[in-house]
């Protein structure tokens, strides 16, 4: 079963659970504490002095145990109260503990961040509801102008997991997270990524029951490995694909997403566009097969009663003449996956079910808000355009949300920073439609396609690259970087 992530509330209701089968509150707590330690010992081996920042609940009970073992091998423990109410429960135990270790718990000052070798955030956890009050978010920025290396137990202070973004003006920024018991689904999308770093996790000795597994609201993307193909096989068995794009001067784009669709194994790929588009394609992929679009409100538009499915979009421009192109093929009830200037034009147009390929910005186009606003919550962006749009969905970026209409949803954890270049979604669109022509599911077409772009990415980066371009993962597919995408094998 694929790895799934968690909402703050299921977490919690996990963390009951896990008591209510004879793992006390306080028993969990030393695992977290004890797991933290290790974690750190690991990541920075070197460090004398830690500074524990405390708030005031368990995630603060986590770091005073933490806080207990560093000072039993002979760390430098500055142990830091942002709040001076009380422990109770599990987190007075974990008090009692580290006082008897030798802790000394002070109160609040940014003066020893600048000595410390690391910085373990202990202050909010999951706990948190609206944004921080303001010793809270004080000594949140008081960490991140410190410099040091953050290390965040469970989840970063401040984030909102629940919406991968900070719940006020700032949350810690990690350097290293350990999520406990479970993965928060927070951690691995958009904003989210950046705050908590490098995330860890840590079930702490308890597996969630398979029943809630399968209810969680969001799984990691995992693909059956690819079908093989018959000895018999011929080109027509896989598919009749039109790339629809291209226009106005944009050939780059449409070449793109042609070769792709190409190289992930459609059996007749055609380009429909102008002249400029079809003869750079032909001297880029001679294999495909090109065609001009002739004629202003009277189009014709060559293949397209022969295509099984068209990608619209790449290239396509937003003249009145690119929106005619789009309504007609719209009105061929054929089987279509919209990207680019065609997103544009959807919102605009009766829409059917389809497969859409947005970045942020064109989910915000679609959806009537700010891109900042998509970014802020990304699992209720793609859910909301998989139900608005009955489409498959996948909202493209860090952590890429593949998201359906019946409200299921997978993320992608593959994928690395140097996929942030031009034509990175042109090669996906034309992934999405290969795949599908030949398994004849868009669903499963869009999780293979997501899946293993981003994975050939990372085939490059292990290589050695510090930067892609969009053609090197074609140029990787053709080779090595496909049986790695595919295995998920890319060190």
């Known amino acids: 079963m694929e790895r799934a992530f968690w909402t703050a509330a299921q977490a919690a209701a996990l963390d009951r659970l896990a008591q209510e089968q004879g793992l006390s509150a306080w028993e969990l707590m030393q695992r977290a504490g004890l797991s933290a330690w290790q974690v750190l010992r690991r990541h920075w081996p070197a460090a004398r002095q830690v500074v524990v920042v405390l708030g005031k609940g368990n995630n603060a009970g986590d770091g005073l145990v933490l806080a207990a073992h560093a000072r039993r091998y002979g760390l430098r ?218 004629g202003q409100e009277d189009l014709v538009l060559p293949g397209l009663d022969e295509a099984d499915l068209l990608v619209v979009g790449p290239g396509l421009g937003r003249t009145e003449r690119a929106r005619l192109v789009f309504e007609r093929i719209m009105a061929s009830g054929k089987s279509v996956v919209l990207d680019a200037d065609a997103l544009y034009f959807l919102q605009q147009s009766p829409q059917r079910p389809a497969v859409l390929t947005p970045h942020p910005g064109e989910a915000a186009q679609l959806l009537g808000c700010r891109s900042q606003d998509v970014q802020q919550d990304r699992f209720k962006a793609a859910a909301s355009l998989a139900a608005r749009y009955d489409s498959v969905v996948i909202l493209k970026g860090n952590g890429t949300l593949v998201a359906l209409p019946d409200g299921t949803m997978q993320l992608c954890t593959a994928g690395n920073p140097a996929m942030a270049s031009p034509g990175m979604g042109d090669v996906l669109a034309g992934m999405v439609a290969g795949l599908w022509a030949q398994c004849h599911d868009p669903v499963q077409a869009a999780h293979m396609a997501v899946l293993e772009h981003a994975r050939l990415a990372d085939y490059l980066v292990a290589q050695g690259k510090k930067t892609l371009l969009a053609t090197d993962l074609l140029s990787a597919w053709a080779g090595p970087g496909h049986a790695a995408a595919v295995s998920g094998s890319v060190d």
């Open 77 to 294: 423990v500055h142990a830091m109260r942002v709040d001076a109410l009380p422990y109770a429960g599990a987190a007075a135990d974990a008090e009692r503990f580290a006082l008897s270790r030798g802790v000394v718990i002070e109160g609040w000052s940014d003066e020893p961040l600048s000595g410390a070798d690391v910085v373990v955030d202990a202050l909010l956890g999951i706990g948190l509801s609206g944004p921080p009050s303001p010793p809270y978010a004080a000594a949140i920025a008081a960490i991140n102008r410190s410099g040091r290396p953050v290390f965040s137990m469970d989840v970063p202070s401040g984030l909102d997991v629940d919406r991968a973004a900070a719940a006020g003006d700032e949350a810690v920024r990690a350097a290293v997270t350990l999520c406990f018991l479970v993965p928060k689904q927070g951690l691995f999308t958009g904003p989210g990524a950046d705050w908590a770093g490098r995330v860890i996790c840590d079930d702490l000795g308890f597996k969630p029951p398979k029943q809630w597994t399968r209810s969680a609201c969001v799984h990691e993307l995992r693909v059956s490995p690819w079908p093989v193909r018959s000895l018999s096989s011929h080109k027509g068995m896989y598919g009749r694909v039109v790339v629809v794009g291209g226009l106005s001067g944009m050939s780059g784009a449409a070449v793109l997403t042609a070769s792709a669709v190409a190289r992930s194994g459609a059996g007749w790929v055609h380009l429909l566009s102008d002249e400029a588009a079809c003869q750079a394609v032909l001297q880029h992929t001679p294999e495909i097969m090109t065609a001009t679009i002739s």
